[in-house]
Nanobody
């Protein structure tokens, strides 16, 4: 099992910035992907950004150039730096850990990000 603890959500004005953090603990596979998904009210959960253990990244088109994902491997932590935030970025953001050996997914509890003036 893998446990995920997220932090960093909140309320921010349009154009502002937030940084999300997610620390993984437990049975950490050496081959893994960590990242962020989000779910807005009435919408399906969608990928925001992910990063493999070898540094390969993938971003949703809607956040490219504004969001940056990074990892601190020694701490099993993934970050999401969100700049130039827009009201449409408002959602619950979920951290995801994917074990690429046993193909198992683990999710955090979610953190609310609200972009509003």
């Amino acid at each position: 099992q893998v446990q995920l603890v997220e932090s960093g959500g909140g309320l921010v004005q349009p154009g502002g910035s937030l940084r999300l953090s997610c620390e993984a603990s437990g049975s950490i596979s050496r081959l893994n992907t960590m990242g962020w998904h989000r779910q807005a009210p009435g919408k399906q959960r969608e990928l925001v950004a992910i990063m493999t253990n070898d540094g390969t990244t993938n971003y949703a088109t809607s956040v490219k150039g504004r969001f940056t994902i990074s990892r601190e491997y020694a701490k099993n932590t993934v970050y999401l730096q969100m700049n130039s935030l827009k009201p449409e970025d408002t959602a619950v953001y979920y951290c995801r850990f994917r074990d690429n050996i046993y193909y198992r997914d683990f999710w955090g509890q979610g953190t609310q990000v609200t972009v509003s003036s």
